[in-house]
């Protein structure tokens, strides 16, 4: 049997534990993280995409399933039915395309924007519109913008902060 993609679920906050595990035994792994800046400086600056979930490549029919979901801080295999359930090596490559461009563009926006900040929209449905910067939502990559309409009126939406970008001041 070939290998595949599966994901092992830890305990709570324990990811990083189980990750380490798994890279001791010399299994290739898949551990997205992503910055993040916190109020508070010494709090973590980094945090998983999933969390409480490590995807391993593995050929199960050559590892023992029992020795992977009994590890330090895990908890067992995702799985439907018996059988742990096989991610796509197109699933793993798009998490890995969102969390690389997250990185690249999200934590430092999310830190260099304030309340009432114009931002311009790059792209989706309401490319190269601008809008005001209302909030970063707490737990995610999305933040509340306030986007003018006809006659002044504003909407709110919520959108991924990688769609935006802080509108250049005029000098």
Not at 32 to 38: A, D, G, L, T, Y
Not at 123 to 142: H, M, T, V
Request: proline residues 8%.
């Amino acid at each position: 049997m070939p290998h595949h993609w599966y994901v092992l679920r830890s305990k709570p906050n324990k990811e990083t534990l189980l990750w380490e595990q798994l890279n001791i035994r010399r299994v290739e792994t898949f551990y997205p993280q992503i910055r993040v800046h916190p109020v508070n400086p010494r709090a973590r600056k980094v945090k998983a995409y999933f969390p409480g979930y490590v995807f391993i490549h593995i050929d199960l029919d050559q590892t023992e399933r029992s020795a992977l979901q009994w590890m330090p801080g895990a908890i067992g295999f995702v799985s439907f039915g018996e059988a742990p359930s096989i991610v796509p090596d197109s699933l793993i490559n798009i998490i890995k395309k969102q969390v690389d461009q997250i990185n690249a563009a999200g934590g430092e926006l999310l830190d260099e924007l304030k309340h009432g900040d114009l931002v311009n929209i790059r792209s989706g449905p309401f490319a190269e519109y601008e809008a005001i910067f209302d909030a970063r939502l707490p737990g995610s990559e999305r933040v509340r913008v306030l986007l003018k309409f006809l006659q002044g009126r504003s909407v709110k939406m919520e959108i991924p902060v990688r769609l935006l970008e802080p509108k250049k001041k005029q000098k």
